[in-house]
């Protein structure tokens, strides 16, 4: 709680950077992980990827958020993940 409190307060963050770290955080498990993707992110906060992608970036880039990558594939789909943790 008091961790958020000074992102917010001083975490300089645009609009769709607030939007989607509340996002994230209504989003994230127990452990503090999401997995999701650009499309998933950008039709759930109603912006277009790039914007999505420039706001996860800008989590990334404050250590607000941490990535991984990891793939997931059956037979006739490969879906590329990335899964976040809040630090």
Known sequence: Q???QTIVQYGNL???EMALLLWLLGTAGIDGSIITDLDE??????IG???ASK???GLVE???VSKTNSIISSKEISLH???Y???
């Open 49 to 51: 990827k790039p914007m």
């Open 62 to 64: 404050r250590n607000i």
């Open 41 to 46: 992110m950008s039709g759930a906060l109603g």
């Open 81 to 83: 993940h990335r899964k």
């Open 85 to 87: 943790y809040f630090l």
């Open 2 to 4: 008091e961790a958020l």
């Open 14 to 16: 645009s609009k769709s």
């Open 55 to 57: 706001a996860l970036k």
